[in-house]
């Protein structure tokens, strides 16, 4: 990270799967005038942890209701976002209750970690900021 920008020259795909991209760094470049960012980890399977990413929008969609309004109809039935990511090795031997920062998406705590002999994901849930904007206009 903070290595600055790279130009990209080629990039090599297995479907919509990146195999590999190739690029020139340009350290005198501005990061912050740089269109798209992305951020990798190495696939290397035994240093890969599976991950679930959990966002949580608001439970009603309307910021004020007003008398006659009913409950029902304002309901978010889609307020819990869950994706699957993966994550470096460390991730394994985090505990529940750790704070990261995933890169380019925010702060989140471990709520569930990573179950070593099962195999099964640990579970990250978003710290809201009160910067981002949800889908209904409203500051998270």
Known sequence: ???GNAIVQDIKKDGTKVLEIRADLNLAGDFKKTDKKITWIADVP???T???LTTFDHLIT???L???DKIEDYVNHN???KVNA???VNLKK???GSIIQFERKGYFRLDRAYNNETGMPGEFFLIPDGKTVNRYGAKA
């Open 46 to 48: 035994e240093s890969l």
């Open 66 to 68: 007003e008398e006659n």
């Open 86 to 88: 993966v994550g470096d």
């Open 94 to 96: 985090m505990p529940a």
């Open 79 to 81: 307020s819990i976002s």
């Open 62 to 64: 309307k910021d004020k």
């Open 50 to 52: 599976p991950c679930i």
């Open 1 to 3: 990270m903070d290595w």
